[in-house]
Nanobody, 125 residues
Framework: VQLQACGGGLVQAGGSLRLSCAAS????????VGWFRRAPGKAREFVAA????????AYADAVKGRFTISRNNAKNTVYLQMNSLKPEDTAVYYC???????????????????WGQGTLVTVSS
C-alpha cells in the first residue's frame, strides 16, 4: 500500500482545511487509517483514526469536536476535516495505514506499517 497525503496549506486561526490521504492497493479498504502530526521541536502525536468501514473512529483530546475523520473506500481515500484551527495545530500531518490487530482503532504509530510523506499545515494567529 502506498499513501499520499495532501491538502495542507496556510490558514488563519479559526479557519478550516481538509486533508486527503489517497492510497493505492486493493487491500486499503480493509485497513485502519490514522492521522498523526509532528509540530516543530515536538514528538509525533496521534490525531485521529478510523477503522476499515468507517464505523469506528478515535480522536486525540486536543482535536475532539474540531476535526472529523472519514473515508470513501470506493475512492481509496481517507479525509481529515479540520475546523476551528488553532496555531497549535501547526504541524506536518501524516497518514498511516495497516491491517487492524484488534477491534480497537489503533492510536500508536507502531501499529501502522504504511506511511504517507506528510503535508504541512500552518495556522497563523
Amino acid at each position: 500500500v502506498q499513501l499520499q497525503a495532501c491538502g495542507g496549506g496556510l490558514v488563519q486561526a479559526g479557519g478550516s482545511l481538509r486533508l486527503s490521504c489517497a492510497a493505492s492497493g486493493r487491500t486499503f479498504s480493509s485497513y485502519s487509517v490514522g492521522w498523526f502530526r509532528r509540530a516543530p521541536g515536538k514528538a509525533r502525536e496521534f490525531v485521529a483514526a478510523i477503522n476499515w468501514s468507517g464505523g469506528s473512529t478515535a480522536y486525540a483530546d486536543a482535536v475532539k469536536g474540531r476535526f472529523t475523520i472519514s473515508r470513501n473506500n470506493a475512492k481509496n481515500t481517507v479525509y481529515l476535516q479540520m475546523n476551528s484551527l488553532k496555531p497549535e495545530d501547526t504541524a506536518v500531518y501524516y497518514c498511516a495505514a495497516d491491517a487492524p490487530r484488534s477491534l480497537v482503532v489503533a492510536r500508536t504509530p507502531s501499529e501502522y506499517g504504511y506511511w504517507g510523506q506528510g503535508t504541512l499545515v500552518t495556522v497563523s494567529s
